[in-house]
């Protein structure tokens, strides 16, 4: 039971193609958002359609892999952690973001 700890595992579609920022340190960090659609029908009887968007965080081969082969529109399925930060505007707001920190990777369909 460790293992469903904090895990998540998602199927969706890329929002846009995956970005790599190298950080000061020389880590490189992947980032990319799929959005995820479940239907329903409505008490009138219409097909209701509502998206999910997530936001993903890839470090390591896994950031490298998603990089070299994912691009926009293209379905997958990962799993991954969720993972909860905060930081500061240059206005002094404070933002609050929720990242799936992903692990695994497994491309699924092709693009739509």
């Known amino acids: 039971m460790q293992n469903l700890r904090n895990r ?3 199927i969706g ?3 846009q193609d995956p970005e790599v920022r190298t950080l000061t340190s020389g880590k490189k960090l992947t980032t990319f958002s799929i959005a995820t659609t479940d239907s329903y029908r409505n008490a009138a009887g219409d097909k209701v359609e509502e998206t999910q968007w ?3 965080v890839a470090w390591g081969k896994v950031g490298e892999i998603a990089r070299e082969y994912l691009t926009k529109g293209q379905e997958v399925a990962l799993e991954g952690k969720l993972t909860h930060r905060s930081y500061e ?4 707001e404070k933002r609050y973001v929720t990242e799936i920190n992903l ?3 497994l491309m699924v369909g092709g693009k739509k």
């Open 8 to 10: 998540v595992q998602l």
């Open 89 to 92: 505007t240059n206005a002094g």
């Open 54 to 56: 997530h936001n993903i």
């Open 13 to 15: 579609r890329l929002g």
């Open 103 to 105: 692990n695994e990777l």
